[in-house]
């Protein structure tokens, strides 16, 4: 991919994009997903993110086409041996899960512990590139929706998505478009979430 040209983006043009960003539902996504070229550009946008020391503390597992469906049977598989009782709804909404979008990203923090740099440091990278992936996303013209779900933290998931014991699913991240108008809902008071030092 080349260097992406300079975006001379008016900067009231880019503030007004982030305070109305807004996820969609998984549930309630439909296609078109990102094109290659497009996927290709949410994730190098996924990947310049605050990174103390260069470690680069995340990776992307890509989902999309026939290989949504192949990870709902494993999931399907799994939810039969944690809940040997579980309904055919219950599983059928495993099997589909992957399903609800036509691109699904799981973002995997993965922390050294080889190195000076501060875990909590490498944790909160993976999760700016959620957000920066979710953003990249929805300036694209897609919606995104960030989850995990029980089979984010399910050891055996975790060892059908070959993670290391230093790997965790930051996050499922949900591409495509809304099948209905995205709604807005009600926002925190900024006055109640900030304070100022010595005031």
Known sequence: MSEPAQINVPVRDAIRFLL????????????????????ETILT????V???????PWRFIVFEGEGRSRFGEVLMRILKTNEPDAS???????????????V???????VRTDVPIP???????????????????????????????????????????SLSPQERVAGFIYLG????????????QLSAHV????A
């Not at 605050?50 to 680069?56: C, F, I, T």
């Not at 478009?177 to 925190?188: I, T």
Request: one cysteine or more; charged letters at 25%; aromatic letters at 8%.
């Open 20 to 39: 109305t960003r807004r996820s969609g539902s998984a549930k309630r996504m439909t296609g078109p997903g990102p094109s290659p070229d497009e996927l």
């Open 45 to 48: 946008a996924a990947m310049r």
């Open 50 to 56: 605050p990174d103390h020391g260069k470690l680069a």
């Open 88 to 102: 055919a709804e219950r599983l059928e909404i495993e099997r589909t899960r992957f399903l609800r979008a036509p």
């Open 104 to 110: 699904v990203v799981g973002v995997v923090s993965r």
């Open 119 to 161: 875990e909590w440091e490498q944790t909160l990278s993976a999760g700016a590139s959620c957000f920066a992936l979710s953003l990249a996303a929805r300036a694209l013209g897609y919606v995104a929706s960030w989850v995990t779900e029980w089979c984010a933290y399910d050891p055996a998931v975790r060892a059908a998505l």
């Open 177 to 188: 478009q809304p099948s209905d108008v995205l709604e807005d809902r009600p926002r925190p």
């Open 195 to 198: 304070t100022r030092f010595g």
